[in-house]
């Protein structure tokens, strides 16, 4: 998956490479847990660090107003606002009897003459608890004894838009749903259906089982959304949409196998199981969210239920499997779980707010980034000639990130395009940076440029493998690729014999890695003794 990798500063530098892992690849506990309860040191941190991937979000205002137009939070902002000066509560702080209907009816749920629905009555008393628990109503008792709710601190800054008071309240809200979601998927169907409980011992056994079944959807309900934050953060803009079934698979399926005929019902069960949670979350705003289509899952003339996976599916009956997608509210809210947590949760930018120099550092030395985003937000806006010569500068240096800096400045060169030319004619006799110039002056279709020296030649061949060496984590199919590509020209052991002498930090790497990897025996067998021999040298 693109931007799953690690990079390090590789084997002659004294580091070594730890395997790239992100959050859909662990366990919830490995996600969320704290380190430092399971004893590991800094050493194990690195190999075990959970990468969050960098996401884009809208800015704060623009966050909040689409908080104010979710409907039960606009709801719950409505009647806090109807219950100026104060309104008559009840012992328990709901709403008393004759208010319930002029409640629903304020809110649209019921037409503003008739009978009201009894759901529309459920509905007000829904929001007026979701006003209560946010404190935008707070509740007292009068000299009287009368029990009554006024309007809250936080109402008056929140129906004016302050973007920080609105998200707060919208996390807050946020949790709460998140927390009914879960007890009301754990609740045990007997008890549902009203059914009396037992005492002693069945009641305590009764008791585990719920929580039992609580901790299991809070599990369930936390991986989901994490795989989806991860897709999202992944996803080309328009393509965010998860089928339900898909998004069941990913929790079930293990990576690299096909479904099984049991996995296929373990899919179905976990999608039964997120169906009601997903819906409820929708309602606060942190997802779009199609449910299953119900009249699947009937059981008709004896048949099994329909089971997902099966049989290829069109795109619409697809779709009545249930489609859901995670909202900017909803990455908004789950980042801001992971920084409570204490997680590093990126968003895309943030290592372009410097200059040059800070941004490739940061991109090189960052595990949970997408480079290319980076890139982009630096140069967007920014003069071709005087961005371009500033990146070129930063490029160069001989340490353990120089190549791979110097392979994103010629990134960053493609997004500036053919204007940046005059910066980087200016380097092309540089010994570190004139290969790659002459190599990105060619391809932006200059036809002057003359061809590198032997040196130059070979220095930037050691120097573009070894970027690719960082920044892929030696990904040994991608590499076979580059080494299938390499100029030898037919003569390997005069190639390779000129290629060890390279006065490169990475010579050595570069040569075990062909090594290793070529197809050819005999070149490769080359390429290893030429690996010797650089290391001998130094």
């Keep these: 998956m693109a931007g799953r990798r690690r990079k390090n500063a590789g084997a002659s530098a004294g580091e070594g490479a730890g395997e790239t892992v992100l959050p859909a690849d662990l366990e919830l506990q490995d996600l969320y847990g704290a380190f430092a309860a399971h004893g590991l040191d800094d050493e194990d941190l690195d190999d075990a660090a959970v990468l969050v991937p960098p996401v884009k979000l809208p800015a704060e205002r623009e966050l909040a107003e689409q908080a104010k137009a979710v409907p039960m939070f606009g709801y719950a902002l409505a009647l806090a606002r109807w219950a100026a000066p104060h309104r008559a509560v009840d012992e328990f702080g709901d709403l008393v009897e004759e208010d319930r209907a002029p409640a629903a009816r304020l809110l649209g749920l019921a037409p503003a003459e008739g009978e009201v629905p ?39 800054p929140a129906e004016q838009g302050d973007p920080e008071t609105v998200l707060e309240l919208w996390l807050t809200a946020a949790g709460i749903v998140r927390e009914l979601a879960v007890e009301a998927d754990s609740v045990p169907e007997e008890a549902e259906a009203g059914e009396p409980a037992g005492g002693g011992e069945e009641d305590e056994d009764g008791l585990s089982e719920v929580e039992e079944a609580r901790d299991e959807a809070a599990e369930l309900l936390d991986e989901a959304l994490q795989v989806l934050y991860e897709t999202t953060a ?49 309602e606060l705003g942190l997802l779009d969210y199609r449910p299953i289509d119900p009249e699947l899952f009937d059981e008709e003339d004896g048949e099994e239920p329909a089971v997902v996976g099966e049989e290829p599916l069109g795109e619409e009956e697809s779709a009545r499997f249930g489609l859901v997608r995670l909202t900017p509210l909803g990455q908004y809210g789950i980042r801001q779980w992971l920084l409570e947590d204490g997680y590093e949760a990126p968003l895309v930018g943030d290592l372009a707010k410097g200059d040059a120099a800070e941004l490739l550092r940061g991109v090189c ?25 500033e990146l070129l500068a930063a490029a160069r240096g001989t340490d353990g990130y120089g190549p791979l800096r110097r392979m994103l400045c010629v990134s960053a060169l493609n997004l500036l395009g053919p204007d940046a030319a005059p910066a980087v ?44 060496l960082l920044d892929t984590g030696g990904d040994a199919e991608l590499l076979r690729e580059l080494i ?55």
């Design 484 to 538: 299938t590509d390499l100029p030898v020209n037919g003569d390997p052991a005069g190639w390779f014999g000129e290629l060890w002498r390279v006065d490169h930090p990475y010579t050595a790497d570069v040569l075990e890695a062909i090594g290793e990897l070529h197809p050819d025996r005999a070149l490769a067998k080359e390429a290893r003794k030429a690996a010797f021999k650089a290391r001998s040298r130094n």
């Design 118 to 156: 009894e759901e529309a009555e459920v509905e007000a008393l829904r929001a007026w608890s979701l006003a209560c628990d946010l404190d935008l109503v707070e509740l007292g008792t009068t000299a009287e004894g009368e029990h009554v709710a006024v309007p809250g601190p936080d109402l008056e």
């Design 234 to 282: 992944f996803a080309e803009p328009g393509n965010e949409t998860v089928p339900l079934g898909v998004l069941a698979a990913l929790l079930v399926v293990p990576e690299g196998e096909e479904p099984s005929e049991e996995l296929l019902g373990d899919i179905t069960d976990v999608m039964v199981a997120l169906d009601p949670m997903l819906g409820d979350l929708a």
């Design 365 to 389: 030395e960052s595990a949970n980034v997408l480079p290319e985003e980076e890139l982009r937000v630096w140069t967007a806006g920014r003069e071709p000639v005087a961005a371009a010569r």
């Design 425 to 468: 004619r200016e380097v092309m006799d540089d010994p570190e940076l004139g290969g790659a110039a002459r190599a990105w002056l060619s391809a932006q279709g200059a036809t002057d440029v003359p061809v590198p020296d032997r040196a130059m030649a070979l220095w930037t061949v050691v120097d573009t493998f070894a970027a690719q």
